[in-house]
């Protein structure tokens, strides 16, 4: 069966077709497009989060998707040396210049990066900060020939 293996109706999880993303998460510019290009692989974020699979990443203040990755864990909350890991990964250099802006510091992994070829405008709701809900339209438009592979 083309796109995946089904035994007794069911696909399995390694084995099924892609989904698009059905939300997207807002991270600012510049680190929407290190997360994108796999430059960066842990969004620091103040809370943990149990969304995994497939999401859009949509540049803060922009209106605009700019790539695709899969959310695969979250680590945390994380110790200072973690902090530091996670600054070196987010281009940061060796030690961070600041504290935590949290309280609690947790990484998101990132895995599958894909940038767009050309961002995809979307309607952002007022007052979302975290998480977009993609209308269809979107959704459809978020197609692997879109996308770009980063190169290994």
Known sequence: MAGGRRDQGRWFAAEAPPAPPTRALV????????????????????????VRGPIAIAQGGTGLIVGTAVLSDCLGPLTL????????????????????????????VMTHPSALRM??????PSGA????????????????????????
Not at 27 to 50: F, N, S, Y
Not at 92 to 100: F, K, L, T, V
Not at 119 to 124: F, G, K, R
């Open 119 to 124: 961002p995809i405008p979307y309607s952002h």
């Open 129 to 152: 900060v975290i998480w977009v809900k993609l209308s269809e339209a979107t959704r459809s438009r978020l197609t692997p020939s879109d996308t770009t592979e980063p190169p290994h």
């Open 81 to 108: 040396d973690q902090y530091r890991e996670a600054w070196r990964q987010r281009g940061g250099g060796d030690h961070p210049e600041a504290p935590s802006p949290y309280p609690l510091a947790f990484a998101w």
């Open 27 to 50: 991270v600012r510019a510049p680190w929407a497009g290190m997360l994108v290009r796999g430059d960066k692989t842990w969004e620091i974020r103040g809370a943990a989060t149990h």
